[in-house]
């Protein structure tokens, strides 16, 4: 009885640590937290980079888990939500299309490295924005199972582009990378636990949380923000 009252103490102590810490992607750029709300940004639709050649920077997964176009699409209108909010509210034009050049091609040479840069950095010159958000998802694995309980729970790697017009360069790069455990794996994951409401979430609902840290680190969200109520209840 005593270890298990010990363990429960342990369980709560954790708990009121990691709920004042917010889990933030990682960042391999040093950006200022706040852009200048006069700066002009186009966001181009969700995408998955389907070979090495096609990405800005950084390498594809092993076993790369893709995601369906219908929830490309979800993922854009989450993304868009987030972005007109009032905590989000700046200059912002979404793309309807991706660009040509990601069409499969011959433009790109028999490598492994990442080439898409130089046509992101062309397209977002043709915006006439001054940056251009790029939001790609790397790997997704949707939840097996329900929000009860599940086989396989959800685990997706999203990363975010800023890119500079002016100069074609990339301004900010955010990556969000999540796989859902249980609180009996692992306990440092009992803030989450409670923050999900002891939920087995969707693969939806695990990209909506990265997008708002991912959002909020760029400067093109409030810190304050807070992530929209969960949708899925079965």
């Given at each position: 009885m005593l270890?298990?009252?010990?363990?429960?103490?342990?369980?709560?102590?954790?708990?009121l640590v990691l709920a004042a810490c917010q889990r933030r992607p990682a960042s391999t750029a040093d950006v200022p937290r706040v852009l200048s709300p006069r700066c002009s940004i186009a966001v181009v639709p969700f995408s998955q980079p389907p070979q090495a050649c096609n990405l800005i920077m950084g390498h594809l997964p092993e076993n790369q888990g893709c995601i369906s176009a219908e929830q490309l699409m979800q993922l854009d209108n989450e993304l868009r939500t987030l972005l007109e909010s009032k905590e989000g509210a700046r200059s912002i034009s979404f793309v309807k299309t991706l660009p040509p050049f990601l069409a499969p091609s011959t433009s790109y040479r028999a490598t492994s490295e990442p080439q898409a840069l130089p046509?992101?950095?062309?397209?977002?010159?043709?915006?006439?924005?001054d940056f251009i958000l790029v939001p790609q998802v790397l790997d997704w694995h949707e939840r097996e199972g329900s929000a009860a309980g599940v086989t396989k729970s959800a685990s997706v790697h999203i990363e975010f582009y800023l890119i500079r017009s002016e100069t074609g360069t990339v301004?900010?790069?955010?990556?969000?990378?999540?796989?859902?455990?249980?609180?009996?794996?692992?306990?440092?994951?009992?803030?989450?636990f409670f923050k999900r409401k002891g939920a087995w979430v969707t693969g939806i609902e695990l990209a909506r949380e990265g997008m708002t840290l991912m959002l909020q680190d760029m400067g093109l969200l409030s810190p304050y923000a807070q992530q929209p109520a969960r949708q899925d209840t079965k």
């Open positions: 270890r298990f009252r010990t363990l429960v103490l342990l369980v709560l102590a954790c708990a046509g992101w950095a062309k397209f977002a010159k043709k915006t006439g924005k301004q900010s790069h955010q990556v969000f990378r999540e796989k859902q455990e249980g609180l009996t794996n692992n306990l440092l994951t009992v803030g989450e």
